[in-house]
Structure formats: C-alpha cells, structure tokens
C-alpha cells in the first residue's frame, strides 16, 4: 500500500473513531439526565430500550474501529513501520483497548438500568 493512501484510511478511522466516541458520550450523557431528572415511570423499557442501543452502538463502533487499526497496523507500508511510530503501533495492546472499551460501555449501561430500575 502506498504510504498516501495509508496515512489517508488512517486519519479516516481516527476521525470515525472520534466521532462515534462523541455520539456516544452525548447520547449516554443525555440517556442518564433525563433518568435521573426526569419522571420515568411511564417511560421504563422505552429508555431501557435506548440505553441498551446506546451501549451496543458504543462497543460495536469502537470495535469496528480497533478492527480498522488492526487491519492498518497490518498493511503499514514499510517506511512508516521502520519509524519508532510504526514500532510503537507493532506494540500497542489492542485487545486491552477492546476489553476496556467493551467493560466501560457496560458498566455505563448497567449503571444507567439500575437507576432506571
């Protein structure tokens, strides 16, 4: 792969990244003032509904993202990986970046239900 085109998909899936992160974050942020502002009784399995779409849309989007680096940590061109980025990015924990990712989104969504509850 040409390094133009690699550093190209790779400021893509950072700003991918980013923005789902973004989403995410308003989305739970928004999710968790209105259950503990707001009257929900009425509302229970309608936000029960949202805070389980919204935690799979934070695990699912973060993951595509760490597949989309781990894809590109792999096709790096040659130049880039001789760098000591490129030896850094041989070396970063991705599996570590998915658990965490995935027992934080979790955690956020447990937490959000049992209040809800």
């Known amino acids: 792969m040409e390094t133009s085109t690699w550093v190209a998909m790779s400021e893509s899936n950072n700003a991918s990244i980013r923005i789902s992160g ?7 942020s928004a999710l968790m003032a209105i259950i503990a502002f707001a009257d929900t009784d009425p509302l229970q399995f309608p936000l029960f509904v949202m805070v389980v ?14 597949q989309n680096g781990l894809g590109l ?7 880039i990986a001789d760098t000591q980025i490129g030896k850094d990015a041989e070396k970063a924990p991705f599996t ?3 658990i965490t ?3 934080l989104v979790t955690l956020v969504a447990v937490g959000q239900i049992t209040v809800l509850f």
Do not use: C, K, V
Request: charged content about 15%; cysteine-free; glycine content about 8%.
């Open 73 to 79: 940590r792999a096709s790096m061109p040659r130049e």
């Open 53 to 66: 779409g919204t935690a799979m849309y934070g695990i699912m989007s973060f993951e595509f993202g760490m």
């Open 96 to 98: 570590l970046f998915r």
């Open 22 to 28: 973004l989403a995410y974050l308003l989305a739970s």
């Open 101 to 103: 990712n995935f027992a």
